[in-house]
């Protein structure tokens, strides 16, 4: 990706980043120093779970670094890009292990999608019991629990409308 094209594209991101946040009062966005940045800090105000004193407890709020890499818009692994950085101790989640968060995602997606899938995840709105998750004792621990024990947060993130076309009209009444 060529200067130019990074910068297009990481100050389109910010700029959907700051509608998203605008909108949600379940998250705040840390403004990078620099702008454009390839860097994203959110703090997200939603219920997940973490362990404390070997017991499994509601934690609220998570706290998160989305750190673009240079090929981006060609190349994405999410133990690269997304980072956990608190405020609890162990999340417990099975897509989160230490400060890492395994989210599938794919090259050039949006920084509003990752923190709709971070938020979903930690919300437990969304969750694989697949064994190659990073976290095989939550995996395990999950399969256990009745259905009806997720999400443990079931408010959700409202997402800004958007154009049905190219007229850049939110409810126009083009044919496409």
């Known amino acids: 990706m060529t200067d130019q094209e990074a910068r297009i594209f990481l100050e389109g991101e910010h700029l959907q980043m700051l509608q998203l946040v605008s909108q949600n009062p379940l998250l705040e966005l840390i403004t990078p120093q620099r702008f454009p940045s390839r860097e994203f800090l959110v703090s997200m105000l939603a219920q997940g779970l973490a362990r404390r004193d070997g ?14 890499n240079d090929d981006y818009l060609t190349r ?7 980072e956990y950085l608190g405020p609890h101790e162990e999340p417990w989640h099975p897509n989160f292990h230490g400060s890492r ?10 920084v509003v999608d990752l923190v709709r899938g971070c938020f979903n995840l930690w919300a437990w709105h969304q ?6 998750n990073l976290n095989v004792e939550v995996v395990e621990w999950a399969r256990r629990q009745p259905p009806s024990a997720f999400p443990v947060d079931p408010r959700t993130l409202v997402w800004p409308l958007l154009p049905c076309c190219d007229c850049e009209v939110e409810e126009c009444s083009c044919d496409a």
């Open 55 to 68: 017991k499994i407890v509601p934690a609220y709020g998570l706290n998160i670094r989305i750190r673009l």
């Open 76 to 82: 994405a692994d999410s133990r690269e890009i997304l």
């Open 101 to 110: 968060i395994y989210l599938p995602i794919r090259a050039g997606q949006s």
């Open 127 to 132: 969750y694989s019991d697949q064994d190659e």
